[in-house]
């Protein structure tokens, strides 16, 4: 699978990371869609949707048949209330305040998709916060980490501070389902492992090549 091929549809680093992680070589594609809700949609149904748009957005774009793309969603819900990245400051105190001292789910969806093929898993954590003091709060908004954060934070980052314990997959609370990931671009012909090695050993020959 070369770089080329595959496509991780989202500008988001995090998301960038996970991939590069598991081995992958990929190139990036943003896809700005739009992200209302539809009325009376689900939690579950809105980030599925919008892991399924962003895909097929990016497989409008001209490009090889082969190519297969890689599109996800992050959603945080406590109780009702859908919680997106803050559009500011007093968003961001409101939602850490709602969050500080209780449970709160993490919905991810991924869709892998081809011109002729699509599959779509969603995937939910829940995460644990402690108590968040209003000083807290104040000084994790002014870090600059929650203004890209769906619910106001990042469990890679600063955020950590506030998680007591989570309930499911920790790369999914950061935008990104791996192991669920990985088990469908196996559905694509992508062993995540086996290209990891490739990608290795092609280093390791690389290096030993300048060294001579």
Request: one cysteine or more.
């Amino acid at each position: 699978m070369t770089r080329s091929s595959l496509i991780l549809a989202s500008a988001s680093p995090r998301r960038k990371k996970l991939l590069e992680q598991i081995g992958l070589q990929f190139s990036v594609s943003r896809e700005d869609i739009n992200e209302s809700r539809l009325a009376n949609e689900s939690p579950g149904k809105y980030v599925r949707r919008m892991a399924e748009e962003k895909a097929s957005s990016a497989l409008s774009r001209p490009q090889s048949f082969a190519t297969i793309v890689i599109a996800a969603d992050t959603l945080v819900v406590k109780d009702s209330r859908l919680m997106g990245k803050p559009v500011d400051r007093e968003d961001c105190l409101r939602m850490l305040k709602l969050l500080s001292d209780g449970d709160h789910r993490v919905l991810s969806a991924v869709c892998v998709a081809t011109a002729a093929l699509r599959k779509i898993v969603l995937h939910e954590s829940i995460v644990s916060f402690g108590p968040i003091s209003e000083q807290q709060a104040e000084d994790y908004w002014f870090s600059g980490e929650p203004k890209d954060k769906a619910g106001s934070y990042g469990i890679q980052g600063l955020g950590a501070l506030f998680v007591r314990g989570i309930a499911g997959s920790y790369s999914s609370v950061m935008g990104l389902p791996l192991f669920e990931t990985a088990n469908l671009l196996k559905e694509f012909g992508i062993d995540c492992l086996a290209q990891a090695n490739v990608a290795e050993n092609s280093i390791s020959y690389t290096s030993a090549e300048e060294l001579n």
